[in-house]
């Protein structure tokens, strides 16, 4: 956008249907309303404001957007959508007993709200599952060292929020379509060794990179 700009005015870019992309600078104060049309999906929104700029209408809040680091807390505030903050600390849990998820977080003060990018580790089960799954600004996931030879069916299919995920190296299968519609995976996946990765497993993401050995079998 021009430096000069302020003002993005209503369906300004609503024909702009294969747009994926888009740049905020700090001088733009108001955006109107379906600016980018109505279905902008998957839309990957960076932003230079530090504070963020007046939305007409919720239009990004099926986007990925990167803003300044520190400002992560006014943009969630303000702005409905995943929102990507630099300085997101990651929240590392060691779940030794599985069904004690929510109490460790308790036991760290860590709100569930809180938690954008989480480091799990040990065992859990269908409640400490449910605890993952209510973590609205959740972006980031890190299962590498979690126990876990399978994830639960429909853990993800359609979680738009997800951004990068690290699996389990003990998983010995991932179902199909458990990853499907997850627009804004992107980055690499190691897909761990003797794994079994089902039909479609990774359909409608946007991964960049796949690593396999030899001994995975693809669906």
Not at 1 to 28: H, V
Request: proline letters at 5%; aromatic letters at 8%; glycine letters at 6%.
């Amino acid at each position: 956008m021009p430096p000069s700009l302020k003002t993005i005015g209503s369906r300004a870019f609503g024909n702009c249907k294969s747009l994926k992309e888009l740049y905020i600078q700090g001088n733009i104060e108001n955006i109107g309303s379906y600016a980018f049309g109505y279905k902008i999906y998957p839309l990957f929104v960076h932003s230079d404001a530090s504070i963020p700029p007046t939305l007409e209408n919720d239009i990004f809040e099926k986007s990925a957007i990167y803003v300044p680091s520190g400002t992560g807390h006014i943009y969630r505030q303000q702005w409905k959508g995943t929102i990507i903050d630099p300085a997101d600390e990651v929240v590392t849990v060691n779940v030794k007993k599985s069904g004690t998820l929510y109490s460790r977080l308790l036991a760290q003060d860590i709100q569930i709200k809180d938690v954008c990018r989480l480091n799990l580790k040990g065992t859990l089960d269908d409640d400490d599952w449910s605890i993952v799954e209510s973590m609205s600004n959740l972006y980031e996931w890190n299962l590498s060292d979690l126990e876990a030879d399978k994830l639960p069916e429909n853990l993800l299919e359609g979680n738009i929020s997800l951004l990068n995920i690290a699996l389990p190296k003990t998983l010995t299968s991932i179902r199909e379509n458990l990853f499907v519609d997850c627009h804004h995976l992107i980055g690499s996946i190691d897909i761990p060794v003797n794994c079994h990765v089902g039909d479609s497993a990774f359909a409608g993401t946007n991964i960049e990179n796949v690593s396999i050995s030899e001994s995975a079998e693809i669906g």
